[in-house]
């Protein structure tokens, strides 16, 4: 199925629109009022929560190697997951995992 320019640009700005509506639903609506604590508490872990279910399907089946498991995509996520459990730092965490990976990938071809 092929589109228009004019459709492309109708369906850009209907997902920005989307977009705006859902993000001001939660933060413009009652972005400004005291929330319950058990709310806070559960918002704490939404991007510990979110970023593991970013990452774990493309370490676990990375569509450039054909959905099969590759040793330097588990062995960069296992470093990143030791180093930043140890160091509670994302930085370093994203540093080692790359550091892993690259190093791999030039040592194994």
Do not use: C
């Not at 009652?30 to 508490?41: A, C, D, S």
């Not at 676990?60 to 330097?72: D, K, Q």
């Not at 960069?76 to 190093?103: C, D, E, H, P």
């Amino acid at each position: 199925m092929t589109y228009s320019d004019a459709q492309i640009w109708g369906i850009i700005a209907a997902l920005g629109v989307g977009t705006f509506v859902i993000r001001f639903s939660f933060l413009g609506l009652i972005g400004r009022r005291n929330m319950p604590p058990w709310v806070l508490r559960h918002l704490r872990y939404t991007s510990v929560a979110i970023l593991p279910g970013l990452v774990a399907p493309l370490i676990l089946w990375p569509a450039s190697e054909g959905g099969h498991i590759s040793p330097e995509w588990l062995a960069a996520a296992a470093v990143t997951v030791g180093v930043g459990y140890a160091t509670k730092g994302v930085i370093w965490a994203m540093l080692s995992g790359a550091a892993t990976f690259y190093g791999l990938a030039y040592l194994l071809g």
